[in-house]
């Protein structure tokens, strides 16, 4: 039986908008392919762990601090109102809004215009040069204070990326990192801010050697306590994958030995197609077996799973795929703190166009829930 089913597709995602932030888009585009998935492993007498992740038996919410831009609690005997939450930062550069603002006449336009550039999405970081990304990053987080708006921001660098996958790249090694981060965390500021810490930097790191992998996760441990330091109200979240790939005791222990017990969570489907409803299922596991404070939640990447996941395991661009709920950070949901667009949608895995470029057709197909072309459009 099958003991795996990793099929994340990581590194499309790292497109539009971090480019806008320099001067060179091509610098980063060149390394957004999609990942092929490891071909799972088949070991007789191993259950498969489940593509759901069950359902998590019934509980009251444990009381966790305030969401960022709430309110605070009236002190003066007074009813208190419901806070209203913030709103997430949508980067006003971003390769979906160059195409809607270059092509006013499409009959594609007015559908994504409406039902993905007027949407907040990341904004990713994978240029490892640390002369520059503190800059960067700062473009948008003060942007973001200007607006009284939240960013999410992924950091994209840790050496190794993608193990040597068509994703490949990141800074040349963990010292050079550790001063990436550094430099990354400077730019922060200290307003509110939801940090993607490296996606598949946890899920895909039985590649590594174990020494190796060790390092990394010291690495990414440290990166958690260097951001939270430079911005208290920054919120780090580690990698968990998805509810395919690692079972949750697996990807758990994987995230205690990279600190995640010490952020303020995880976050999962990145530039994925699972559902909502499976992945919340997942987090929750994940998340108990994490163990750590109360607080701990969990980010999920809806921006592509609105019809789930192909049946067929369809990694790059599958058709007949849907955006999925609007980002937002009031969820609803017991130990859920955002549905997020981690990947811009639209931006192809390396099937429907170039990888890590914004692809009409399919950003089209994807706001429609279908693979079928408008009548004249190309």
């Known amino acids: 039986m099958v003991t795996a089913a990793s099929v994340v597709t990581l590194a499309g995602s790292i497109t539009g908008v971090i480019s806008a932030l320099g001067t060179d888009r091509g610098s980063d585009q060149a390394r957004t392919e999609a990942t092929r998935p490891p071909a799972p492993a088949l070991m007789p007498g191993t259950p498969s762990p489940s593509p759901t992740g069950g359902s998590p038996a019934a509980r009251t919410p444990t009381p966790r601090p305030a969401p960022p831009g709430s309110a605070p609690a009236p002190t003066d005997g007074k009813q208190p109102t419901a806070p209203v939450p913030p709103l997430l930062y949508r980067h006003p550069d971003s390769q979906v809004l160059d195409w809607v603002g270059a ?24 240029d490892p040069d640390p002369g520059t990304i503190a800059a960067r990053v700062r473009a948008v987080t003060a942007g973001a204070v200007a607006l009284r708006q939240v960013p999410v921001l992924v ?19 963990l010292a050079s990192y550790d001063a990436w981060i550094d430099a990354f965390a400077r730019g922060l500021g200290s307003g509110e801010a939801i940090v993607i810490l490296e996606p598949d930097s946890v899920a895909q790191s039985d590649c590594l050697p174990h020494a190796d992998r060790a390092a990394r996760f010291a690495s990414l441990a440290r990166a958690g306590r260097v951001l939270k330091a430079a911005d208290p ?11 395919g790939w690692n079972p949750p005791d697996k990807q758990a222990a994987l995230l205690r030995q990279a600190g995640a017990a010490d952020s303020d969570g ?39 799973n609105g019809n789930g996941a192909p049946p067929d ?28 667009w981690v990947k811009p949608p639209g931006e192809s895995d390396g099937c429907r166009g170039t990888a890590g470029t914004f692809t009409p057709s399919y950003a089209y197909d994807l706001a429609r829930g279908d693979s079928a072309p408008p009548a004249s459009a190309s």
């Open 103 to 126: 092509h006013p006449g499409d009959p594609r336009t007015a559908v994504i215009a409406s039902r993905i550039a007027d949407r907040p999405a990341a904004v990713w970081f994978a």
């Open 155 to 173: 950091p994209y660098a840790i050496p190794d990326r993608d193990c040597g996958g068509a994703s490949k790249g990141g800074a040349p090694d």
């Open 233 to 243: 109200r920054a919120r780090v979240y580690y990698d968990a994958g998805h509810s």
């Open 266 to 304: 995880v976050f999962s489907n990145v530039s994925n197609f699972r559902t909502t409803a499976d992945e919340i299922a997942y987090d929750r596991r994940v998340l108990a077996a994490l163990g750590g404070p109360a607080r701990l939640g969990a980010v999920i990447d809806t921006s592509r």
């Open 313 to 340: 395991g369809q990694w790059c661009d599958p058709a007949g795929r849907k955006i999925g709920r609007t980002p937002t950070l009031d969820t609803g949901e017991a130990r859920i703190d955002a549905y997020l």
